[in-house]
């Protein structure tokens, strides 16, 4: 394995207590993930780059920046990626998944805020994660309210830029969206030095609509019986996207895509057919957070889709690429993005009914409804969600919970006994 202290320590971290974390990750990893059988070889892939998570990307980006490029930040799927590879830069993920990081951004947020949040702020005032050492400056945005002043208070530490997305889908709102756009445009070009065009945007639509393309082709194959691929594999493969390169990402989705489908058509699953089958909806489920996929694949079911935005959301619907204006260009991006489903919206209709759509597609045999503790958003949403799934016979079983472990065995009492009664 290659060494990346002196990297680490050129990026101003905290090399003592990044040490702590670097010691329980790979044993958290070999138990979750190195204990499944017969994994398909593609994930070959995505084993090695958690095995240098903190150090083979951030190695990449920094070389980035050496030759000019610029690292942007970000911690949602609203943030149109496309803009920023347009002007060369590179984007990278940064929702913190980890309890490691939660008492450090304690210290500067309220503890009654979700855990995404306080994870994330932990991050980067304990100076323990090398992605946000490297960005040059992070994309916020006016979601929720927890995110919208949490950004306060990182701005006040590094350049941080925030958008405003509007909390409804009028025509107005998709106008005001494009604006923002418009608005994030003129940033990134003043950022990167780069002037953004109609020909390296509409690249950038091209390249970022293949990688949709490609995770989607992986979730597609999940709805075979047998699934040819765990959840949690499924789930890893999605968590990586948000720091890998998008050309690659593609690629190596469609690697493992191939495979897929090659089980498929030998009938070959990671598990028997009839394993009762689940979809789970809610919060994002940022990296390493594989406590609720783990609970569920050892209660003797198996996770066939997330309705999340580490899963569906990240990939459904795609750019239009028939623009040839930078204007329609925006508007393509505002409308594409805008068809997001994120719980931050009034009204919501379209997640419970992509919830219902995708419970069918994936042939599941219940929906598990999981919200971080403190969301407001998603946890209104569940009594409607519940209603509507009753109304389809769709089984539900909702969940809350955060990154600790201590409500684990809790989880998977409730869990076995949902999963028996499927
Ligand atoms: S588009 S889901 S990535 S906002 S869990 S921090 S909402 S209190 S993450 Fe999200 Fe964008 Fe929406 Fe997706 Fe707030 Fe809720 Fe925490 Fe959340």
Redesign the pocket.
């Known amino acids: 394995m290659t060494d990346y202290q002196a990297m680490w320590e050129d990026l101003g971290m905290d090399l003592e207590t990044h040490d702590q974390l670097c010691a329980v990750l790979p044993m958290a990893f070999g138990d979750t993930y190195l204990t499944q059988e017969n994994r398909p070889e593609g994930m070959a892939f995505y084993d090695f780059v958690v095995s240098e998570i903190h150090g083979v990307r951030p190695a990449e980006l920094i070389e980035l920046q050496k030759q000019g490029g610029k690292v942007f930040g970000t911690f949602?799927?609203?943030v149109p990626d496309e803009v920023v590879v347009a002007c060369g830069g590179a984007v990278t993920g940064l929702c913190g998944g980890s309890q490691f990081w939660v008492p450090e951004g304690e210290k500067v947020l309220p503890s009654g805020i979700?855990p995404?949040?306080k994870a994330s702020l932990g991050a980067h005032f304990g100076k323990t994660c090398p992605y946000f050492s490297v960005a040059d400056m992070y994309v916020g945005e006016t979601?929720?309210d927890?995110?919208k002043k949490a950004y306060e208070i990182l701005g006040a530490d590094k350049k941080t830029y925030v958008m405003d997305v509007p909390q409804m889908k009028r025509a107005k709102d998709i106008a005001a969206w494009k604006d923002e756009i418009a608005l994030f445009a003129d940033e990134v070009e003043a950022e990167t030095g780069k002037e953004l065009t109609a020909e390296n945007l509409a690249a950038a639509i091209r390249t970022i609509n293949e990688k949709r393309r490609a995770l989607a082709r992986v979730f597609e194959a999940r709805k075979a019986d047998p699934v040819p691929i765990s959840g949690k594999d499924a789930l890893l493969m999605m968590q990586i996207a948000f720091f890998d390169d998008p050309v690659r990402c593609a690629e190596m989705a469609n690697k493992l895509a191939d495979e897929l489908e090659e089980r498929i058509e030998r009938g070959e699953g990671v598990v028997p057919a009839g394993t009762k089958r689940i979809l789970i909806t809610g919060?994002?489920l940022a990296i390493p957070n594989w406590k609720l996929h783990h609970l569920i694949e050892t209660s003797g079911a198996v996770v066939v889709c997330e309705e999340m935005?580490t899963g569906t959301?990240y990939f459904e619907n795609e750019v239009d690429e028939g623009a040839d204006t930078l204007d329609g260009m925006f508007q393509a991006l505002s409308e594409r993005y805008m068809k997001?489903n994120?719980a931050?919206f009034t009204p919501n209709p379209g997640r419970i009914e992509d919830v219902v759509r995708m419970a069918k597609e994936y042939q599941v045999d219940g929906v598990i409804d999981a919200n971080?503790k403190?969301?407001t958003?998603?946890d209104v949403e569940k009594g409607s969600l519940a209603d509507a799934l009753a109304e389809e016979g769709i089984p539900c079983l909702g969940l809350e919970t955060d990154y600790a472990d201590n409500d684990a065995e809790q989880l998977r009492t409730r869990i076995g006994a949902f999963v028996e009664m499927l």
């Open positions: 949602c799927v609203f979700c995404l949040i979601t929720c927890g995110k919060t994002p935005c959301r997001n994120c931050c971080l403190f969301c958003l998603y």
